[in-house]
């Protein structure tokens, strides 16, 4: 069954660096979405992209963060000048279309010391 | 932001028996919703999804119900198996927006004993 893959699946990283998430959505899916979950907290969107560009995003989603799709297969969510609160899953996400259910990756544990 | 919450952080029951899960939402203009059971350090898996023009979904054991009156849906499942007990997250979408968000409620976690 075709599935959502993130890599990697842990990351730390210091306080101001630059970090870059990767996703493999399904291969025949539309519409990728990235999603974070602080430790406790609810899982909360951040973006969605379709057709190369961002589709809508959330107030969380400000210029620090970015999404790219850089070829076929990837799309990645980089985070520029990580904070302490950056901390979460990040979780990846995909489906067919704008309004069917969509599939979630394992996740990527970001740590930022 | 609490437009979609399930009260119940945790709910206990037997093998054999049927587990209710229930989730509110307070944003009207939700029209589409959806259950996914989570694992630790896995992401959310999808399990079932009810659009507003229907008041019940059913695959296998689960069953997916909404009223659109009292702003609730509930998840059922029967019969309990212990590879259930897992976190459940319901989610909400607006499809009339254009927008695709999902908007999830804080999870309930289910524990299906033998």
New interface residues.
Partial sequence: EPE?T?TPSHQVTQMGQEVILRCVPISNHL?F?W?RQILG?????LV?FYNNEI??K?EIFDDQFSVERPDGSNFTLKIRSTKLEDSAMY?C?S?EG??Y???????TRLTVT | DQQVKQNSPSLSVQEGRISILNCDYTNSMFDYFLWYKKYPAEGPTFLISISSIKDKNEDGRFTVFLNKSAKHLSLHIVPSQPGDSAVYFCAAQNSNTGFQKLVFGTGTRLLVSP
């Fill in positions: 959502v993130q519409y979405y999603y907290q609810k899982v909360e969107f969605s589709s809508e959330s979780f996400a489906s704008r309004h259910e969509q599939y979630f990756g394992p996740g």
